[in-house]
Nanobody, 121 residues
Framework: QVQLVESGGGLVQPGGSLRLSCAAS????????MGWYRQAPGKQRALVAT???????YYADSVKGRFTISRDNAKKTVYLQMNSLKLEDTAVYYC???????????????WGPGTQVTVSS
């Protein structure tokens, strides 16, 4: 019913920038919070940043001042601008969204398949 598709990952040198996008599609009536998580090899999936439908944002301490989350509600899309990338930012980045579909009364979480970000010299 709902698909989230990430794009924009890739290989970048330390200090470089990338912009991730995640578009939601399907039988959607409303989207509440959207966010980005990441999972590095051998580690658990961790929150990177979230943004509410009203635009309020939250960032993990490790990315504050370097990453910016934003969204376009009309396009059902969330973005993550990543600047000053570090080696430790290497991970698979997952998009998450709380979505209400036609016929439903509650928001449910959905996940994208993930996009690889590799920071390496």
């Amino acid at each position: 019913q709902v698909q989230l598709v990430e794009s924009g990952g890739g290989l970048v040198q330390p200090g470089g920038s990338l912009r991730l996008s995640c578009a939601a599609s399907g039988s959607i009536t409303s989207i509440n919070a959207m966010g980005w998580y990441r999972q590095a090899p051998g580690k658990q999936r961790a929150l990177v940043a979230t943004i509410t439908s009203g635009g309020s944002t939250y960032y993990a301490d490790s990315v504050k001042g370097r990453f910016t989350i934003s969204r376009d509600n009309a396009k059902k899309t969330v973005y993550l601008q990543m600047n000053s990338l570090k080696l430790e930012d290497t991970a698979v980045y997952y998009c998450n969204a709380y979505v209400k579909v036609f016929g439903a009364d509650v928001f449910k979480p959905y996940w994208g398949p993930g996009t690889q970000v590799t920071v390496s010299s």
